[in-house]
């Protein structure tokens, strides 16, 4: 380097630290400059979060509490729902009661027999037996002609002699008798809204050809054809409510109630057909005294709460009726609720108007559906109209709620209840 050189690049080095004390603030102002942009950007930004965020949403939060501020009273209004829950919870219990408070063919038997004499028995049987009749009565039921009435009405024109209980067979007419025949059986289907005979129904026949047992077994009887009386009355509203409106069997949904049995037979759906004087309601009190043969539907057994008894009904329908029949058997009806004696009357000392309640206690276990021919002994004097007609076969259980009638149950039958309780989680598909 040459000495020219040399002293301009002292020079520099002289002004340069003459001024050195400016450095500082200079490269102060240079960052500040280059960091003014972005942080301009970001307070803008930070200022339009914070007000969307704090401002106007907490403020609307703030404003929706004010609205909402819970009354100092609201604990007046949380004791009455409280109390409308308690009140829904005691209605339930109250029903669950009235369930099974229905009125009883006698007021003599329960729990205990007011004396010991025969005739309170066969009282009460004949009670059960009007009663049935009273039922088929206001349902307008009838039955077709029998043997007798058509052989002493046709007289001569029977040529092939009365044989007893074989049913009249179409050799045994002439053609004029035939056509008498079919006038007589058709008058009496338009005479009645339902073929029903009486001794068809559980019990009926039991009581009409009674037999003194004793006191304790006697007691059973009543109790338990009670129950049975009080299935065969919602049975018979049940064909109330299907034949309303009819004018007769040939209208009718329901054509024939062809029996109500509390007993069952062995290797099929339906009970024996027979009539028979045995055969009353009893206990569903474990799976074994169940009447279906295959899976229990429901499963239930008799415990602490609720008593179980299983019937079978048969009946003549119209193939179109079929489905509603079964879910009007289910449906709820309406009974009076039995009083005490002291209930009986008001505070006034005069009798009070009957309190009603509502009751579904029928479930269907099992259904079976059979065609029929028309021309079978069976069916060869009724008349069922020009609906396509099937026979409905349905096994059903009737739950009895304890807290309504338990207090009227027999000792004696308390006492022959075993109940076997179903274990938790038991396997509704189970087999026997």
């Not at 000495?3 to 520099?12: E, G, L, S, T």
């Not at 004791?79 to 006698?106: G, H, M, P, V, W």
């Not at 007021?107 to 025969?118: A, C, G, L, T």
């Not at 415990?303 to 058997?329: C, E, G, P, W």
Request: hydrophobic share 35%; aromatic share 10%; charged share 25%.
């Amino acid at each position: 380097m040459d000495i020219p050189q040399f002293k301009d690049v002292i020079q520099k080095l002289s002004v340069f630290k003459r001024h050195s004390s400016l450095l500082v603030p200079v490269v102060i102002g240079l960052v500040g400059a280059l960091l003014f942009i972005p942080t301009h950007l970001m307070s803008s930004r930070l200022k339009e979060q914070m007000s969307q965020e704090s401002i106007l949403k907490r403020g609307s939060q703030v404003a929706s509490l004010q609205r909402n501020v819970v009354p100092s009273d609201q604990w007046r209004v949380e004791q009455e729902r409280y109390e409308a829950y308690k009140s829904d919870a005691n209605q339930i219990t109250l029903l669950a009661k009235a369930l099974t408070q229905r009125q009883l063919l006698s007021d003599k038997i329960f729990p205990e027999p007011k004396d010991y004499s025969i005739f309170l028995f066969k009282e009460f049987g004949q009670r059960f037996r009007d009663g049935a009749d009273e039922l088929l009565k206001g349902v307008d039921a009838g039955d077709c002609p029998t043997e007798a009435e058509l052989r002493r009405i046709l007289g001569g024109l029977f040529s092939g002699g009365y044989r007893s209980g074989s049913g009249l067979n179409r050799s045994d007419w002439s053609g004029a008798g035939t056509e008498i025949r079919d006038a007589l059986c058709r008058a009496k289907a338009e005479s009645a809204y339902v073929y029903c005979d009486p001794a068809d129904l559980g019990g009926y026949e039991f009581w009409g050809a009674y037999q003194y047992a004793g006191t304790p077994e006697a007691v059973k009887d009543c109790w338990y054809y009670q129950l049975g009386y009080w299935i065969i009355e919602d049975i018979i509203d049940t064909i109330d409510a299907m034949n309303s409106g009819s004018s007769s069997v040939f209208e009718s949904p329901v054509k024939r109630l062809l029996g109500v049995s509390f007993s069952t037979s062995e290797g099929g759906l339906s009970v024996s057909r027979e009539r028979t004087a045995d055969g009353r309601p009893s206990y569903v009190l474990s799976l074994e005294d169940r009447f279906t043969h295959g899976d229990l539907c429901t499963g239930r057994v008799c415990n602490d709460d609720i008593d179980v008894v299983h019937f079978n009904i048969r009946v003549m329908v119209s193939t179109k009726a079929v489905l509603r029949f079964m879910q009007q058997l289910c449906s709820a009806k309406r009974h009076i609720i039995r009083e005490s004696s002291q209930g009986l009357l008001t505070e006034s000392g005069q009798v009070q108007e009957p309190r009603y309640a509502k009751h579904n206690q029928i479930t269907i276990l099992e259904s079976k559906i059979t065609s029929i021919n028309r021309r079978d002994e069976i069916h060869s004097l009724h008349r069922y109209g020009e609906d396509a007609v099937v026979e409905l076969d349905l096994i059903c259980e009737y739950i009895f709620s304890k807290k309504g009638y338990d207090e009227i149950k027999p000792e004696s039958v308390k006492k022959s209840q075993i109940v076997e309780t179903v274990p938790t989680g038991w396997d509704l598909g189970r087999r026997r």
